[in-house]
């Protein structure tokens, strides 16, 4: 067999392991460790290769942004941020016809802006915005699915963990990619407000027939309270790094001191809250080295095999064009959203990307805010919906069932493709900032 064969069997074994069951990392690992031997001909050589990408992957000083702000975003998670950015969006909106819907989004932008992490927002907010929405006339299923739908701007809104990831995996300078996604994220956070004002007033039956006004009980001084560490925190971590005064590592380290000093401040956090917080940073970050380890080691299997220039030449034969080959690339990443949790998904596919869209000039940081979005609305799909499925776990209410959940997102999927379709349109709202 030739090394092409090889790499596509090894693909396609990949894709089989993942479909029964086996953690997309083990499997990635696996088949690139069996590819390599195929093609070289040595388990040595193999185990060795493999060896050097493990080393590769975590070495670098930038892999020092993941702990970091996957601390910083535990932190603000546990000292009660998530509520106090909750607050200060009711207050806003209240007057505005479905206009909790609208604080909901509010705070989950404020909250992804200084935790970036989807899984956390979708958990917080399911305790704080559902039961507040429903006490307001709001229907389950909108309550759960503007939740459902809010959350995902964590891994779009800087500092978003996928981006991080993504810059690790290409080589991309992880604060223009912060900057590209501010442009995509606010866009995003204005669709889902009007959509949410839209289905307010003509689908009551949807969002609720006899919505009352959300209560601001706080003051000129609270409201300052609430929201001055919030804003602070947003500038002083995205500031410092747009402004150049340091870089994505000392960032998170300065906003994770910001966060613990806040939490301090409010009196917020506990010691078993912080050990918690420890022992959650660690699990992740080993996951997230796990898995970028498994990225290397099925990169340079797919060099070795000749894939990705495969299927390049295969793509300029079929004289797609550019707007023709993004279109098929979303549509397959919706696809494997459907099946597959985010960070592998793009374990998966960028790794086989990158060398087809490279030759055609492609802004690779765009690309990155385009997968990062397509990536998202799997977020949101059957059967998998991983912030679904995190909604639900938290939920304590028998009555609403996962239908109900991925019912209730459906809108903001569709809000979430005209975004990107948007941002494939016109590249400038995600470029546009990056000087």
């Known amino acids: 067999m030739t090394p092409f064969d090889i790499g596509l069997l090894a693909f396609a074994a990949m894709g089989v392991l993942v479909l029964f069951g086996l953690y997309v990392p083990i499997a990635l690992i696996a088949c690139s460790f069996v590819g390599v031997w195929a093609i070289k001909g040595s388990p040595l050589l193999a185990s060795k290769m493999l060896g050097l990408a493990a080393n590769d992957a975590i070495s670098s000083y930038f892999f020092g942004v993941v702990p970091v702000f996957v601390l910083m975003g535990f932190v603000v998670a546990e000292s009660g941020m998530g509520r106090d950015a909750f607050d200060v969006a009711n207050a806003m909106f209240k007057r505005i016809k479905g206009g909790l819907g609208i604080g909901t989004i509010g705070a989950n932008t404020v909250f992804a802006a200084i935790t970036g992490i989807s899984i956390a927002s979708a958990a917080v907010f399911t305790k704080i915005a559902v039961p507040e929405l429903r006490r307001h006339g709001y229907t389950a299923r909108f309550s759960v699915g503007v939740v459902a739908g809010s959350s995902v701007l964590g891994m779009l809104i800087p500092p978003s963990l996928l981006l991080i990831l993504y810059g690790l995996l290409t080589e991309q300078s992880i604060g223009d990619l912060f900057l590209a996604g501010i442009g995509p994220g606010l866009l995003l956070a204005v669709l889902f407000a009007v959509g949410t004002v839209l289905m307010a007033r003509f689908t009551p039956g949807f969002v609720g027939r006899n919505l009352s006004e959300g209560e601001d009980n706080l003051g000129a001084r609270e409201l300052l309270a609430k929201g001055l560490p919030i804003t602070a925190l947003i500038t002083l971590v995205l500031g410092g790094i747009y402004a150049g005064f340091f870089t994505p590592v000392e960032a998170g380290a300065i906003g994770t001191v910001a966060a613990l000093a806040i939490g301090c401040a409010k009196r917020s956090l506990s010691v ?149 379709a948007a941002v494939i349109a016109f590249p400038g709202i995600a470029t546009g900032l990056i000087g």
């Open 272 to 420: 078993s809250g912080l050990w918690r917080i420890l022992v959650e940073t660690g699990l992740v970050t080993a996951s997230v080295c796990f898995l970028i380890i498994a990225a290397q080691m099925y990169s340079r299997m797919l060099a070795f095999s000749g894939m990705p220039a495969s299927f390049g030449g295969m793509v300029t034969n079929l004289e797609l064009g550019l707007i023709g080959l993004m279109c098929v690339y979303v549509l397959v990443v919706i696809l494997f959203g459907m099946i597959l949790d985010s960070s592998s998904i793009m374990l998966i596919l960028v790794p086989l990307m990158l060398p087809i869209v490279q030759p055609l000039g492609v802004d690779l940081v765009w690309f990155g805010i385009v997968t990062v979005i397509a990536v998202e609305i799997g977020l949101l799909t059957p059967p998998f919906g991983i912030s679904v499925y995190v909604i639900k776990s938290t939920l304590d209410d028998t009555t609403v069932s996962l239908s109900d959940i991925f019912i209730g997102a459906a809108p903001f999927a569709l809000m979430m493709l005209l975004c990107l």
